[in-house]
Structure formats: structure tokens, C-alpha cells
């Protein structure tokens, strides 16, 4: 992973935030850590990333060809 110098804004529910408090200190992690997990797991499962990051998040290839074929039917 590349150094970490861009900060990212987002919108979130009040209930959406707390949830994700919780999340994160239940996994004893940073909210940005939770949050960094969860978007290289969504790139991975469309497609974004290389074989290695997805077998790190455990996508399988035919979930992301699953993936990209519900949204190509959209």
C-alpha cells in the first residue's frame, strides 16, 4: 500500500457513523482503517484490483465476474 497523504471527506448517517464507531472498536481499528478495508474489498470485488489483493479479501473470480455482469445488465 502507497503512502496514505489524501484525505477523503464523506457523508454519512448519524446511524451509519455509530455503527461504524462500534465496528471499529470492536476490532480494536481506526474508523479510517475500517473504512480503507472495506473500499479495497469493494474494488476487489468488481474487478479493480489485481489476483493477489482479491485472494487477501477472499473474492472469489467468479464473484466478480458475477458482479460485473449484474451491473452490465442494469
Same mark, same amino acid.
Given at each position: 500500500? %502507497?503512502? !496514505? ?8 448517517? #448519524?446511524?451509519? @457513523? ?5 465496528? +471499529?472498536? @470492536?476490532?480494536?481499528?481506526? !474508523?479510517? =482503517? $475500517?473504512?480503507?478495508? @472495506?473500499? $479495497? ?5 468488481? %474487478?479493480?484490483? %489485481?489476483? =493477489?489483493?482479491?485472494?487477501?479479501? %477472499?473474492?472469489?473470480? =467468479?464473484?466478480?465476474? +458475477?458482479?460485473?455482469?449484474?451491473? #452490465?445488465? #442494469?
Amino acid at each position: 500500500m %502507497g503512502s !496514505l497523504t489524501v484525505k477523503v471527506e464523506m457523508r454519512l448517517t #448519524k446511524e451509519d @457513523a455509530a455503527l461504524l464507531a462500534e465496528v +471499529a472498536k @470492536a476490532r480494536r481499528s481506526s !474508523l479510517s =482503517q $475500517i473504512l480503507r478495508e @472495506a473500499l $479495497i474489498e469493494w474494488f476487489a470485488r468488481r %474487478g479493480y484490483t %489485481g489476483e =493477489q489483493e482479491r485472494k487477501a479479501f %477472499g473474492v472469489l473470480l =467468479q464473484e466478480v465476474s +458475477a458482479t460485473n455482469r449484474a451491473a #452490465k445488465e #442494469k
